[in-house]
């Protein structure tokens, strides 16, 4: 039991926790956490008032021989204590409260990056609205100004939710929902999101990353994003762009400047900058590539990609493969 309490007690002394919303990164989150600390230090001083007077009335009022237990039928003045004290804690978590409301509520800043973020089973999709640019579960957003979000779903209610940086809010079909926050620093890992509500087989593998950058490096990345798929650097990667243009995956996928206009599956036109791939679950490599394209569904369960592999089912060799991985990991 001692180990036990001991092993509870060193796991709250862990240090790296990427999605501790403990870790003030966002406005949105440090705006939540005003009304948090409120409610936390107010149930402390309850639990630990209820606590003690239970211990002292166990004590004091406990049955020993000779005693004889007293009825109380009603108490004005401890009756008036009880009802003011609700109402007191009631009114103190409602100052921030309301604070927070009413912080949130503000209108988006006049120069603020408006982003859908479009939720599909099982990855995000981020539509830059003024910049023409459209990525997949990997965000990237400058330092100290505001981005502000429409959240939607194409199928299933999902979830928006990069606990260091803002709370977690739904996207629902049909219906569009909003946040927006601004990152308060730049920093070369990126801040860990995922989908916060159940929505099916791969919920738990329905992730994305957000990079902050600073004003210089956030434009370099626009101008790069926005410009169209490489040309292949290699005799494999011309290959791999041929296989590819004839194949299924133009149906499902865009490559800017290029006949691959799908929009079903992710965009693809700068998938080799990615650091992952399959919606966060996989390192970005040729050879995680070759996995994935073969067969999503065995990395991934309940994967919507179709097996491109002719071992299981799908219409490329290993060879094609490989040239169409190759393909993938140039564009950069």
Known sequence: MALAVVAVLAAACETNLPQSTTVIEGSHNATLW?????????????FVAVMALTVIFSITYRERPGRTARQFHGNTRLEIVWTLIPI???????????????????PIAANALRVDAIGHQWWFEFVYLDEKVTTANELHIPEGREVAFNLKSVDVIHSFWVPQLAGKTDMVPGHVND?????LRA??????????????TS?????????????ADFAAWLKSAAANGANPASALEKQGQEIFMRSACIGCHTVQGSAAAGKVGPDLTHVGSRTTIGSG??????ETLEKWIANSADVKPGSKMPP?????????????????AAYLSGLK
């Open 187 to 200: 920093r070369p890992e990126p801040y860990l999101g995922q989908c916060a509500e159940f929505c099916g």
């Open 308 to 324: 491109m592999a002719k071992s299981d089912g799908g219409a490329l060799s290993k060879e094609e493969i490989t040239a169409v």
């Open 179 to 183: 946040i927006k926050f601004t990152a």
């Open 34 to 46: 005003v009304p948090y600390r409120m409610v936390f230090i107010l149930a402390a001083i309850v």
């Open 203 to 215: 919920h738990a593998n329905m992730r994305f990353r957000v990079f902050v950058h600073t004003e």
């Open 281 to 286: 679950i996989l390192v970005n490599t040729p």
């Open 88 to 106: 007191i804690i009631v009114t103190l978590i409602s100052v921030p409260t309301v604070n927070a409301i009413v912080a949130e509520a503000q």
